[in-house]
């Protein structure tokens, strides 16, 4: 089911009215408009709908509930759904994310690396969790932070909750720009069987298997994925393995998880756009043709979680990541990065809720890091110098603890606080005299209210900190003979106030204003990792979902952000490569066919507004749109479904950089198109 309160409540006054309207056909002339202008981005889209059931329990909460999901917290939150994922047209992972309001979602294009998820003008600005298992990588030679979440497949997830700001104590290193928790599976409906051709030379093929009905319950995922590319040298392979298994424990559920995935990519590089635009150089063209990329990752977690939300969580794991990047920026040389670790955790929380009002969460977290990230110059793949070399150990134990507590019953009270400490013991083997190792800690925060005056009608506001730890390359530099191991986290501040509302039943509201102050901001520019100073950011985010039916709904969404650099005072000017507005915009329609058949469409368009490309904003990307859809025709258990994304612009990408006063681009088609089978079983 994927309906919200309004279908709930038939015997209202407003509930009446509205059916003597849908009668008189109105909205079915009115679909028919609509349906005529969508391809004009007129509308966007909110991915959270306001309740959904899946088997028989209910997975999005009401803001003003107690609960330990997300969707509670006094913040801006999105859920996105399985039902929503089987909508919508996913090619790449980053497409998951794309109907998010503010959501700044970056494809390289040059294999499964360096692909960005940020909001709120971070670029990379989400600490990623899977089941509870961070995926950030600290110290990661191509940005510390990097959260590789590519393997994840629309198969393999319940759901996903996208937390807005630092908000929530549950989440420590990374949540700058928020938190991304994506929960996989333990009870699958149904089994599928997937097989999907595209253009390019893609062919996938997805099984993923459950059965409640087997003690202990199991529920694997197998892919195999192949691409030829449309750039030159821009290949991909994957294979992946995706194990979990699920069985009672007393009053609880025990979850052991094992995945592996494998890949090996080729990397077109990045082309001056002012050579594209005089022909110097063709859109297919790959830099360098011995570009490329190969990783490996094994996880092991365990999870054990109480029947309902109260009681005691663990989740326990440990992970090898093997990374290995060979890239071109011309006119440096050719760079290879390699990162490998070794890491291990906990997560341990204990929710005692003596009633629906009141929630009080006590828990624990750590995190051991052991690994190396080194960087070369190189001629054809071929070792000239090293100029990176670190062998790093990170040591990360937090406490952390948040009260939900309703005072009465519109108006509910959230504080949160978390305290971390990291110990470093690195080696710098290009600099042996800024080897050492230190200690830092950060206390982080957090206060929230959301006043609920009405029915569905809900008023929030917090204040929050995040942050990130240290970096080696702060740390111990490459370059020059310095160290501190005793560098405190960088510290991010940030405010919120918003609404969140359903409206005569059919429309969903949400809209959120913020501000934040951030310390020590790093990012990538080109080949290097660059801290840019203290920044500040303000901006806005507001999304509507009009539900005409239960069978179509129109949405809109649009975000401003203005991110600026105000320290030091030679840097100050603008955050580069930071849209200055977001707009998305769809409808999504299902039509019956039958008792046993319907078709369903999802249309929508993504608009990233006008982007400075360096600091004093005089070089910058124009605005641009794409567009993205989905025909899925059902019938029993098969569906055949067919997607296309359109780019229509020649010289501009998501992929658009200046990297050594050079505008680059990545190249994309201006169609591409999948077809593609699924089988129920």
């Given at each position: 089911?994927?309906?919200?309160?309004?279908?709930?409540?038939?015997?209202?006054?407003?509930?009446?009215?509205?059916?003597?309207?849908?009668?008189?056909?109105?909205?079915?002339?009115?679909?028919?408009?609509?349906?005529?202008?969508?391809?004009?981005?007129?509308?966007?889209?909110?991915?959270?709908?306001?309740?959904?059931?899946?088997?028989?329990?209910?997975?999005?909460?009401?803001?003003?509930?107690?609960?330990?999901?997300?969707?509670?917290?006094?913040?801006?939150?999105?859920?996105?759904?399985?039902?929503?994922?089987?909508?919508?047209?996913?090619?790449?992972?980053?497409?998951?994310?794309?109907?998010?309001?503010?959501?700044?979602?970056?494809?390289?294009?040059?294999?499964?690396?360096?692909?960005?998820?940020?909001?709120?003008?971070?670029?990379?600005?989400?600490?990623?969790?899977?089941?509870?298992?961070?995926?950030?990588?600290?110290?990661?030679?191509?940005?510390?932070?990097?959260?590789?979440?590519?393997?994840?497949?629309?198969?393999?997830?319940?759901?996903?909750?996208?937390?807005?700001?630092?908000?929530?104590?549950?989440?420590?290193?990374?949540?700058?720009?928020?938190?991304?928790?994506?929960?996989?599976?333990?009870?699958?409906?149904?089994?599928?069987?997937?097989?999907?051709?595209?253009?390019?030379?893609?062919?996938?093929?997805?099984?993923?298997?459950?059965?409640?009905?087997?003690?202990?319950?199991?529920?694997?995922?197998?892919?195999?994925?192949?691409?030829?590319?449309?750039?030159?040298?821009?290949?991909?392979?994957?294979?992946?393995?995706?194990?979990?298994?699920?069985?009672?424990?007393?009053?609880?559920?025990?979850?052991?998880?094992?995945?592996?995935?494998?890949?090996?990519?080729?990397?077109?590089?990045?082309?001056?756009k002012d050579d594209l635009k005089r022909g110097l150089v063709k859109r297919e063209e790959a830099v360098d043709r011995t570009d490329d990329g190969h990783s490996e990752y094994l996880h092991f977690v365990l999870n054990l979680a109480p029947r309902e939300e109260k009681g005691l969580h663990v989740t326990i794991y440990g992970a090898y990541e093997d990374f290995v990047r060979v890239a071109t920026f011309r006119p440096s040389p050719q760079r290879i990065e390699h990162n490998r670790r070794n890491f291990y955790g906990w997560n341990l929380l204990y929710n005692y809720m003596p009633s629906k009002s009141l929630s009080f969460i006590l828990g624990t977290d750590g995190r051991f890091d052991d690994g190396t990230a080194k960087r070369h110059n190189s001629i054809r793949r071929k070792i000239t110098a090293t100029t990176h070399s670190w062998d790093v150990e990170e040591l990360n134990l937090g406490l952390f603890t948040q009260l939900q507590w309703k005072l009465i019953e519109k108006l509910k009270l959230i504080g949160g606080l978390r305290y971390d400490y990291f110990h470093f013991d690195v080696k710098n083997r290009i600099r042996l005299g800024n080897s050492g190792d230190g200690d830092t800690d950060i206390l982080s925060p957090k206060v929230g209210i959301v006043f609920s005056p009405l029915k569905n009608i809900h008023f929030y506001t917090n204040y929050g900190t995040g942050f990130r730890s240290p970096y080696m390359q702060e740390m111990s530099p490459h370059d020059r003979d310095y160290k501190n191991y005793n560098l405190d986290p960088a510290k991010l501040m940030s405010w919120d106030i918003g609404i969140k509302g359903i409206l005569f039943e059919r429309v969903d509201l949400n809209i959120n204003f913020y501000k934040t102050k951030m310390e020590r901001e790093i990012t990538r520019i080109g080949p290097d990792v660059v801290n840019l100073g203290e920044s500040e950011r303000d901006g806005y985010e507001g999304e509507v979902t009009f539900y005409v039916t239960d069978k179509l709904s129109i949405w809109f969404n649009y975000a401003k952000v203005k991110a600026r650099i105000v320290n030091p005072p030679a840097n100050r000017g603008k955050v580069t490569n930071v849209p200055k507005e977001y707009i998305n915009a769809g409808i999504e329609w299902t039509m019956p066919l039958g008792s046993k058949a319907n078709l369903s469409f999802d249309f929508y368009t993504q608009i990233y507004g006008k982007t400075p490309l360096n600091s004093s904003g005089t070089v910058n990307r124009g605005s641009f749109a794409k567009y993205y859809g989905k025909l899925n025709l059902n019938y029993d258990r098969f569906t055949l479904y067919g997607g296309v994304i359109f780019h229509p612009e020649k010289y501009k990408s998501e992929g658009h950089f200046l990297v050594n006063n050079i505008e680059v681009i990545d190249p994309r088609p201006k169609w591409d198109v999948n077809l593609g089978l699924k089988y129920k079983f």
């Open positions: 089911m994927n309906k919200g309160y309004y279908l709930k409540d038939r015997n209202s006054r407003v509930s009446k009215i509205w059916n003597m309207v849908l009668k008189s056909g109105v909205f079915v002339k009115l679909a028919n408009v609509v349906l005529t202008i969508t391809a004009t981005p007129l509308f966007a889209k909110v991915t959270h709908i306001p309740e959904i059931e899946i088997v028989g329990e209910r997975i999005l909460r009401d803001k003003a509930e107690v609960s330990i999901q997300a969707e509670t917290l006094p913040a801006s939150v999105q859920v996105i759904t399985s039902e929503n994922l089987e909508r919508t047209n996913i090619r790449h992972y980053t497409d998951i994310y794309r109907k998010i309001p503010g959501m700044k979602v970056i494809y390289m294009g040059q294999g499964e690396v360096g692909d960005r998820l940020g909001t709120r003008g971070f670029w990379n600005g989400f600490a990623v969790f899977v089941d509870g298992v961070p995926l950030n990588m600290p110290h990661h030679m191509h940005l510390h932070g990097l959260a590789d979440a590519a393997w994840i497949l629309p198969e393999m997830i319940e759901k996903i909750e996208i937390i807005k700001g630092p908000f929530s104590a549950l989440y420590g290193n990374f949540a700058l720009g928020g938190a991304i928790n994506i929960i996989t599976k333990k009870e699958p409906k149904i089994s599928t069987l997937r097989s999907e051709l595209g253009s390019y030379g893609t062919m996938q093929g997805v099984v993923a298997y459950g059965n409640k009905n087997v003690k202990p319950m199991p529920f694997l995922v197998y892919e195999v994925f192949k691409r030829d590319g449309y750039r030159d040298n821009s290949y991909l392979t994957r294979y992946n393995a995706f194990n979990k298994i699920t069985f009672p424990v007393g009053d609880k559920k025990l979850s052991l998880r094992l995945n592996y995935v494998k890949r090996e990519w080729g990397a077109p590089g990045y082309l001056s």
